[in-house]
């Protein structure tokens, strides 16, 4: 065996070792990633399937029965999660109707939609308007449907135009929005 041939040999020795190393480094940290990222993995696949939340844009709902159009409200944003079933709303407006006609119509910067239990939350600068004009204003209004009384509470202020104003801090409206009661103290003023 000449040098030459034991210099080859000894240089193809080392690049065989060198390969090697290169490849069980590789396969290494392969396998070291998978096991690192193994968690994370199933946590964002839980979270894909299990917890679904939209960003909404120009939202309409509209609840009907038997043919009959019961309410509907239109928000220009907002967000739900199927964890509770809720949308949350921004600057919204909307109506509720009676035999398909304008009963009330209602503005508010928030609200909330429970689409399991068919609830309406309206809260900050919550502005009911009935068809005969009178006017509700209050921090949150709460609607659960044409056959429950709805509930006004905070900084309550009712108007029947031309006849009288009335404040106090909580109001009961009757879900078919005929009549209303105020609870607590209260401050009325006639006009005349």
Known sequence: MTLKNFIQKKKNLGYFILFSIIVIACLWAFIYAGMITKNFKHKIA???YNNKEANIENLLVTETKEGEKLWELYSE???????????????LIGNFYDKNAVKASFKADNGTYNATQKEI?????????????????????????????????????????????????????KGDFSDFH?????KTQFYM
Request: proline share 1%; no cysteine; hydrophobic share 30%.
């Open 121 to 173: 939350i309206l809260y900050n600068n919550v502005l009911l308007v009935y068809d005969d004009g009178t006017n509700i204003q209050a921090d949150r209004i709460e609607y659960k449907g044409k056959n429950e009384d709805i509930t006004a509470q905070g900084n309550i202020r009712i108007e029947k135009p031309d006849e009288a104003v009335t404040y106090g801090s909580k109001a009961i409206l």
């Open 46 to 48: 839980d979270q894909t």
């Open 182 to 186: 105020i609870e607590g103290r209260t």
């Open 77 to 91: 944003s907002g967000m739900y999660s199927d964890v509770d079933n809720i949308v949350y709303l921004e600057d």
